[in-house]
């Protein structure tokens, strides 16, 4: 279910990061929406991607892990709270070894995501990794 992604499944990535985004992140501008959805490809490019696939092999959520981060992890909004989330997280800390992620402060969804499976704070920036002015919270398991 879940498989290393390859670059022909950026155009789906972008789609369900889109989705995810839209319904997790109300705090984000409208520019700043679309400035990240621009520079997905090159993000993708910079971490390692796994997808989770469903029975007809449509891949309905994502993960990207650089080092022993969690970069990235989003399902699509219409497959939310199926436990996908929580395979790719799964995936993560198991089979990979990752330990580590940031979370938006304002994204109270993922916060609460990774408490609940055992995560705690350590630190915050003020700044996301763009420099922009959303606050990031660090989190270890």
Request: negative net charge; hydrophobic residues 40%; charged residues 25%.
């Amino acid at each position: 279910m879940i498989f290393s992604a390859s670059e022909k499944d950026y155009p789906i990535l972008i789609d369900i990061w889109a989705s995810a985004v839209s319904a997790t992140h109300d705090f984000l501008s409208k520019e700043d929406f679309e400035y990240y959805k621009s520079r997905l490809p090159f993000y993708f490019t910079q971490v390692s991607l796994f997808v989770f696939r469903d029975e007809n092999s449509d891949i309905k959520g994502f993960l990207g892990v650089s080092d022993d981060n969690i970069e990235m992890l989003f399902v699509h909004n219409c497959f939310r709270g199926l436990g996908i989330g929580k395979k790719l997280l799964t995936f993560a800390t198991e089979n990979l070894n990752l330990r580590k992620v940031d979370v938006n402060e304002e994204n109270k969804q993922a916060l609460e995501f990774y408490t609940y499976f055992g995560f705690k704070q350590i630190n915050r920036s003020a700044h996301d990794s763009e420099g922009k002015n959303y606050p990031l919270i660090h989190l270890i398991l």
